[in-house]
Nanobody, 122 residues
Framework: QVQLVESGGGLVQAGGSLRLSCAGS????????VGWFRQAPGKEREFVAS????????NYADSVKGRFTISRDNSKNTVYLQMNRLKSEDTAVYSC???????????????WGQGTQVTVSS
């Protein structure tokens, strides 16, 4: 089992940037498929981005394409989410998790971190 800890959230003005980190312990993330999700108050958890373990292929939700970038540093056992040109609608708790295969459904993911709050002021 892997433990995931997110960090890097905070309060930022619209148009600003943040970089979130998803640090793994207990198991290497290097070969695992890692996804970022977010959940705003009163809304369902939604897929944001994911990255494969072997060839680092990435996948993004349409709402963040061109603004967010997912990457990984296996030497640090960490996956990142660089978020640029943030909008008020990006406000949510962002969480990372792992899955055994490529998926955009939260039901396929396990070992969720506790999440980090991102608040974008307009």
């Amino acid at each position: 089992q892997v433990q995931l800890v997110e960090s890097g959230g905070g309060l930022v003005q619209a148009g600003g940037s943040l970089r979130l980190s998803c640090a793994g312990s207990g198991r290497t993330l290097g070969s695992l498929y890692v996804g970022w999700f977010r959940q705003a108050p009163g809304k369902e958890r939604e897929f944001v981005a994911s990255i494969t373990g072997i060839d680092w292929n990435t996948n993004y939700a349409d709402s963040v394409k061109g603004r967010f970038t997912i990457s990984r540093d296996n030497s640090k056992n960490t996956v990142y989410l660089q978020m640029n040109r943030l909008k008020s609608e990006d406000t949510a708790v962002y969480s990372c998790a792992i899955a055994p295969y490529i998926s955009m459904s939260a039901r396929d993911y396990d070992d969720w971190g506790q999440g980090t709050q991102v608040t974008v002021s307009s």
